[in-house]
Every structure is written in structure tokens, then in C-alpha cells.
């Protein structure tokens, strides 16, 4: 469920980017829900033709997924509606675009930067229509080779920075609720998904489908001497065959439509936050062996939760996971392969074996052979746990005092409830202070709080018990970081509008581009907070 705070912060960013009308129809979806196109058009009191160029420009961004479900008509007939939900977590990620830039320019190098950056700004785009705005970006003195544009468009979709879109409007049926349980493997949990979790499970592709690339169709003079040790029977065949690939390919690149895969992103994100703790905490090695192990993880489903799921009658087992962004909570990898990644790193060339190995003990790894091979693996969650204790420790120290930090830091620690005086004693807090600030956090919904009665000699004592109610608190911060980052945008929005005021002074405006500069970067600040409580969870 989307908080208030959240709903807010995703409806500014759509304003800023593409103005009043488009965020009226989004922030109705957000509100409201999975709508039709009567619906919306009631809700907003837009024409119907406004309310369409909307739902466009939202589908092209991928801010909306459209689906098709049934419904009854006159007389009993049934037709197809389509209906529209909001996809908050893509219209959050919009404030990400040039943490996403960076990483595919200190990976792949600068014109993979250039193609990314198109599918950005302009959404979903067919092959050629990339090409055509690449191209249209060079200077006037560059020359632009189209083979290296198709190489490098090549390395994004292999590198799964980019993929093709998913199914534009799936057919959801209605589940037969009737109908006796099927049996499932004990494994398998039965799970009730909502409409808009069987719409992204319908509208997704599988792997073979998102990343497959488009052949290419350009002459090549090297031909093999098998294609050339053909039959004069086989000739035909063989020449049908060709025939067909550049149709299939002329096809792929004029109607497939590419956008940015933001699971890919996030994952990098999150190994980029996991490593930069161990390493501010374990040491510069640490973080290059943590920095391996992930990069040489061989199988990413292994990280994956999946299961088995019925939709449109049939059985799929699929990932759960109903946000776009690409969920692991622990990654395993072999020895050899550790050794190997960490050797090719600059910091890790002198690393020894013995080395290696003490470091994965010191960060809790868990080892198990396999084939002859030993194999390492570790739980990434609770290091962003720890991450979000440091969060939430930071802001109960801004709020409520140091006496409170104290005492939220021990019980951060404890699983089981404690006592009053017993907190007390091991905070050194005075025991006035410490009912007060328990209370304060209580009343705030940080604590939960138990009362028991204690009796012993003839008298009667009531206790109180503390425990942090940990989902709660999270939340309670992610709404402040929600709020703090709507804050931030609202004003670089009033100074960009500030900016274009013609009768300002080059000294006013130097003043606004840097004040707006020192706002930009405080909200990318923020909104690592916020990833690493809403994006990075499992």
C-alpha cells in the first residue's frame, strides 16, 4: 500500500517532467487505483481525448501498465474492458536517471551512455528509431558508424541494461474462486494475488524474450563454407531461409519496441551500497572480495524467490515480485571464480588464497562443496539491514535526542521485549527520562508496549515491556524520507521557474544554478535512503 507521502512525491516528479494534465490523470491512478478509461475521465472531468494523450505519454514512459479484463454487459454479454494502473516504483525511479547514466558509462563507456540516455528521455523506442536520434546527436565534425551504434546497442541488451517492453495490454481471466484448490508442493505456498500482480505477471516476458537481440542484417563478406556447401537441390531452401532472417530482422527493428531495464539498475545499486558498508566497516579488502563474490555469482535465479502460480488456467512458476526492480537477497559464487574476480581488480592483485578465505569467514559467509568446488554464500539482506539501522538510528538522534538514540540502538538489538528499569540501567539514561522517551517513541508507533503484573510477598508490581515494532518503524521512515524528498523537489521546482525570469541579473542567476545544484544533489543523497528501505527490500 502507497502512502499518502509516497503517492505526493511520485505525482511532483511527474508534474516536473511532463506538466499538470499528465499528473492529474497519474496521481488518479495512484489514488484511486486500476481505472478505465471512463473512469478516469469521470474522476478527472478531462475530455476523453485529454485523458487518452495522458494514458500515452504515461505508457510510453512506462509509468502505466494497461491490461484486459471482462466484464458483464446488457443481456448477459461479456466484453473486454481495458483498464489502467499506475507502476509507482518506474515513476520514482525517474529521479534515478543519472545515477543510471553513470553506471552504464563506467561500464560500458560513453556512446552506451548516449544510447541509454535516449530511451530515457523519450521512452520506449524501436531500434531504428534509436539509430536515428544517435545519430541526430553528433556533432557536425563526428562521423557516425552505424555497425559500432549496433554494437554497442548489443552490449546493453547482453549486459540486460535494456529490454524489449512487455506485453502492451494482457487478458487477465477471472479466477474461478469456486473451483476446488489444486494440490501444491509443500514448498509452494497458496498465495492470493491482486489484479494488478496477475497483470505484471501476464505482461511480463521471460528472460529469452526481454534480452534476445536483434540480428544483424548487414553484409558481411566473410561467409562460412558451410553456407557456401550447399546443393544445387538445397539452393532454393537455403535461399528462403535467408530470405526469412532479414524479413524476421527488418521486422525486429522496426516494430519491437526497447526500453531501460531498471531491475538491472537497481541491482547495481544495491551491490554498489552492500560493498561501500563492508568496506567502511570491514576494510578496503573486504569490499573488494564482497565486490567479487557478487559480480562471479553464476546463476541469478539462485537469488530469486519463485513460486508456482496459476493465472489464465495455467501454471507458472515465476518470480514474486510485483515491484520492477530486481530483488536478491543472497548471492553464491565458487571459490574459483572469487579468486579470479578478485585478482582482476586493481586493489585485488596481491590478494592471497588464505587471505580470501579469512575475509569470507569474517563476513559470516556460509560454504558447502559442490562438484569438487567449494562455494560461498552470503546474505546481502542483512547488510542492508544494518544500513537502515543506521538510517533510522540517525533520524530518532535528529527528533527526539541523544537519550533516545541510546535507547533505540539497545532495543534495535534485542529480538525479545525488555523492561523499564532494565533499559534504564543498561543505557545509563535516568529512569524518568527513559518512561518519558520510551513513551514519546510509543506514541509515535516506533514501540510496541506490553503491561504485566508481577506479584510476589503479599505486594503487586505492574511492568512494562518494550520491543521495537521494526515494520512499522521502517515505514514510519520511508514516509518521512517520502515527505522530505517532496519537499526538495517542490523547491528546485520553484527555482528552475525562478531561473527563467528574463529581468534577472547574471549574478541572481549564478545564485539560483547554484542553489539548484546543492538541491539536486541533497535529493540524490535522500534518495539513497529511500532505496534502501523501498527498492532494496525483499
Known amino acids: ?122 521512452g520506449r523506442l524501436t531500434f531504428d528509431q534509436l539509430m536515428v536520434r544517435a545519430t541526430s546527436t553528433q556533432s557536425e565534425g563526428s562521423s557516425c558508424n552505424v555497425d ?72 558481411d563478406t566473410s561467409v562460412t563454407e558451410d553456407k557456401l556447401d550447399v546443393t544445387v537441390g538445397d539452393k532454393r531452401k537455403f535461399e528462403a531461409a535467408e530470405l526469412d532472417e532479414d524479413i524476421e530482422a527488418t521486422i525486429s527493428e522496426t516494430e519491437v519496441l526497447w526500453r531501460a531495464n531498471f531491475q538491472k539498475f537497481v541491482f547495481c545499486l544495491k551491490k554498489k551500497v552492500c560493498v561501500e558498508k563492508v568496506r567502511s566497516r570491514n576494510g578496503l579488502d573486504a569490499g573488494v572480495v564482497l565486490e567479487a563474490i557478487i559480480e562471479s555469482s553464476e546463476q541469478e535465479c539462485d537469488s530469486r524467490v519463485y513460486k508456482d502460480i496459476e493465472l489464465n488456467g495455467c501454471i507458472h512458476l515465476c518470480v514474486i515480485t510485483i515491484r520492477p526492480e530486481f530483488h536478491f537477497l543472497a548471492v553464491r559464487a565458487s571459490m574459483d571464480s572469487i579468486l579470479e574476480k578478485v585478482r582482476g581488480k586493481p586493489d585485488g592483485i596481491s590478494m592471497t588464497l588464505e587471505l580470501v578465505r579469512g575475509i569470507l569467514e569474517q563476513l ?61 540501567d543498561f543505557t545509563l539514561v535516568d529512569k524518568k527520562v527513559t518512561q518519558q522517551v520510551l513513551y514519546n517513541l510509543w506514541k509515535d508507533d516506533y514501540l510496541s508496549m506490553q503491561k504485566v503484573t508481577l506479584e510476589g510477598t503479599g505486594q503487586r508490581k505492574d511492568s512494562f515491556l518494550w520491543k521495537l ?33 528574463v529581468l534577472l541579473s547574471e549574478e541572481k542567476l549564478k545564485q539560483l544554478k547554484k542553489s539548484r545544484m546543492i538541491l539536486e544533489l541533497s535529493l540524490l543523497k535522500l534518495d539513497d535512503a529511500i532505496m534502501i528501505f523501498h527498492d532494496f527490500s525483499a
Open 148 to 219: 559500432a551504434l549496433r554494437k554497442n546497442f548489443g552490449k546493453l541488451v547482453h549486459g540486460h541494461y535494456v529490454e524489449r517492453c512487455p506485453r502492451p495490454e494482457p487478458f487477465i481471466a477471472p479466477s474461478e474462486e469456486a473451483a476446488p484448490a489444486r494440490k501444491r508442493s509443500s514448498k509452494f505456498r497458496e498465495e492470493i494475488l491482486t489484479l494488478e500482480q496477475q497483470a505484471v505477471i501476464a505482461a511480463s516476458l521471460t528472460d529469452a524474450e526481454r534480452f534476445s537481440e536483434i540480428p544483424n542484417t548487414g553484409t
Open 1 to 122: 500500500m502507497i502512502s499518502q507521502d509516497g503517492i505526493n512525491l511520485a505525482v511532483c516528479v511527474i508534474t516536473a517532467h511532463f506538466g499538470d494534465l499528465v499528473s492529474k490523470v497519474c496521481g488518479c491512478l495512484l489514488r484511486r487505483g486500476s481505472l478505465s478509461l471512463q473512469d478516469i475521465v469521470r474522476s478527472t472531468e478531462f475530455s476523453s481525448s485529454q485523458v487518452k494523450n495522458c494514458l500515452l505519454v504515461l505508457i510510453q514512459h512506462n509509468c502505466v501498465q494497461a491490461f484486459c479484463v471482462p466484464r458483464g454487459g446488457a443481456g448477459g454479454a461479456t466484453k473486454t474492458v481495458t483498464q489502467y494502473m499506475a507502476l509507482f516504483d518506474n515513476i520514482l525511479h525517474r529521479m534515478r536517471f543519472s545515477k543510471f547514466l553513470a553506471i552504464v558509462k563506467g561500464d560500458l563507456g560513453g556512446q552506451c551512455e548516449t544510447l541509454l540516455q535516449g530511451l530515457l528521455r523519450y
Open 364 to 424: 559470516d559467509c556460509s560454504s558447502h562443496t559442490e562438484d569438487c568446488n567449494v562455494y560461498y554464500t552470503i546474505e546481502l539482506q542483512r547488510i542492508i539491514e544494518s544500513c537502515r539501522n543506521v538510517e533510522v538510528e540517525s533520524l530518532i538522534l535528529a527528533r527526539y535526542g541523544k537519550d533516545a538514540f541510546r535507547i533505540f540502538g539497545l532495543l534495535i538489538g534485542k529480538g525479545s521485549p525488555v523492561e523499564t528499569d532494565q533499559i534504564s
Open 469 to 501: 515494532k521494526k515494520n512499522s518503524a521502517w515505514h514510519l521512515v520511508l514516509n518521512h524520507l517520502y515527505h522530505a524528498a517532496l519537499n526538495l523537489n517542490q523547491k528546485i521546482t520553484h527555482i528552475v521557474e525562478q531561473e527563467y525570469e
